[in-house]
DNA sequence: GATGAATGAGCCTTCATTCAT
DNA sequence: TATGAATGAAGGCTCATTCAT
């Protein structure tokens, strides 16, 4: 990579960042463009010099920072080899990640969550997004089945769900109401591992 | 009160309703008072008879959802006198309810979840909401404490979290990528009640 | 039509009137609805209740002068019996139109001319406009043809162009140099009148 | 002219030659210097080396193009010693030039046409090519009254404005609704030739 | 000389809100 | 009370132009 697009990409980052704050803290609807250059340190206008567009720089914004969280997952698994050792990966890398760049949290989630809330036309890649997260924590079950833990042959879909929202409702309760995010996430990862034997053994067969 | 009253009473209901729908289906920013109006079936300038800014029927209608829900919250636990009919009795209304008027669903998790994302102003009376909803389902773990499933001196927070979590997960897991709902709510109560003598047992004494 | 209706109209009427003289002067391109307001009287936004674009204003008021002047270029050859005749009555009219309403003839002009510098989707609107320009003068040709000055089975498509081609050469000195409109028409006139039947002999025969 | 000079006459030329294409597709307005630079293949910024403002662009390209066209229209009325040749030799020398740059008629008629469509500042020297075009066609009429067949005491106004108008109305028909350029040129010239005895009869005398 | 980058000014359009009827 | 109409205040985006490299 030449000087140039050195230069250039490291001013992508530097919006980025700057929009990821934005968008975090106002949600995409309630920040404009002036907003988000203002926290850039630039013309509104140059803003446009690296992004199409609102919407384009809301959608880069939310896969960069996802993908960059994602990695952080995969890793995390990739390093434990049972299914207890994964769910503590799990939970410790969203801890970490999370007191770094709260911002980050806030905009994924926003993102995540309100697909209706974004932009129209990114919907689908924003519900993509959500596949892909699924996919990432897709190994702490395959570490469950391999254990006897859980069955291969069930739908697995409520698992993903609760591993999730468990995960999130810590880092949720934190940002809205300011509780202890440690503790939290400590409570939040007991009450899967202790509570997914049960779960396991209440899953119907595989359907949709 | 008056019949002239009533009337009144009556058209602010048809309005909410209304905007429940409209906010519920693409968010408050999203939405234009046009929108609500058309979805009303009057003219835009008649809401400002009966509200006075589109954050004040906004609030409305999340205060006036968020209230049917909560007595529906409240007579569940009133009719049962266990811990695990308590959260039998919570999933239970939450199923029906969510059922009959998703867009309630959508609405209350777009406002309890994002403060930001609707009017900034009416953030305080948001938290009150949610603190509020907190105080909902404390009779859950007063029968919890009763049962000696739990102690008094603990600091009870991340139970709150962790049921309201666990609760809307499967909500939202229905609501976004179309799971199942019926399934999801089964696999979230039993996840809680089988994981929650374990978080009981980790749980720190009281402080905040 | 209802008293309402009435004065919606008559506020369309204002605008389409305001924008004419606008456009007229100033073109599409550097024409701003800001402008188009400020002569109206009202503000910008006040002409979004009436029309939804720059674009469509521009188009109604193209057609609607185009109408108008349409509708009398018709009046003007229905009362007159020869090609002789119709030619002046043609002329005439364009005269007292001229007069009446330069910026008219500016506007009409600057579409036909160019629709490529009006806005892109409306050039078939106006290509269309140009075809009914040319159908309203046919019975001038007709005439010609119904008293032997032309053969019915030749390429007439040339004699259209010169008959309209004459006659605004003189309304553009008019407008561009400030030449004597009067004097410009009349000596259109005598030359169109006094070369056609050259031209009209040396017509190809019907082809495209 | 030293080496230097003339390279940088070259890129003149090539900027010009670009500009013009654009210019006469798009008209002045609807022409961004962006769209000219790529064009041109060079970057936006590079025009400003060469022009100091989209204006100056616009003007030199007319004034060049129209400077080519002229020198051609001179030359050719030079070569023809009677009325009826020079009428001839003006609209061949049309007709080469407008098949061999359709863009450059375009943008000539654009530029003459409407003062008000181009740039408002370069109105005064957009006048000033008027009344160039017109000198340089007044052999034209210098021989007709050599000849005896226009009296040189009446004001010849119209005579410009009927040849030049009978001249371009052909070129516009071909340009807008894509007439045959031949065949309306040789009707054009036929109307002018047959007509004019009649119209030079019925000029006043000179006044303005 | 050439260019990528930056930007101020401006344009079209939307929308919450007000007001006269 | 209901509403059509009017509008000030943004907001997203473009573009001619400048400047540092």
């Known amino acids: 990579m030449g000087l140039r697009e050195r ?3 490291h001013t992508v980052q530097l919006i980025v960042a700057a929009a990821a704050e934005v968008f975090g803290r106002r949600g ?3 920040s404009s463009m002036e907003e988000v250059a203002k926290a850039t340190g630039c013309a509104t206008a140059t803003l446009y010099g690296y992004f199409p567009s609102k919407e384009a720089l809301f959608t880069k914004v939310v896969m960069d920072l996802m993908g960059a969280y994602l990695a ?3 890793a995390a698994l990739a390093g434990a080899s049972t299914f207890e050792a994964s769910v503590h990966g799990l939970f ?3 801890e970490r990640f999370a007191e770094e760049q709260a911002a980050v949290i806030r905009v994924v989630h926003t993102a995540m969550r309100t697909a209706q809330l974004g932009p129209t036309t990114s919907t689908d890649e924003i519900l993509g997004l959500i596949a892909t997260y699924r996919a990432a924590i897709g190994p702490v079950f395959d570490r469950a089945v391999a254990e006897g833990l859980l069955a291969a042959d069930r739908n697995h879909e409520p698992l993903y769900t609760l591993l999730l929202g468990t995960l999130h409702s810590a880092s949720d309760a934190w940002l809205d ?3 202890d995010l440690r ?3 400590h409570a939040a990862r007991t009450l899967f591992l202790a509570g997914f034997p049960a779960v396991a053994a209440v899953l119907p067969g595989e359907s949709s």
Do not use: D, P, S, W
Request: proline letters at 0%; aromatic letters at 12%; glycine letters at 16%.
């Open 7 to 9: 230069r250039r990409e």
């Open 28 to 30: 995409y609807h309630a």
């Open 72 to 74: 952080g997952v995969t």
């Open 92 to 94: 410790e890398h969203f």
């Open 177 to 179: 109401v300011g509780a």
């Open 183 to 185: 503790l939290g996430l």
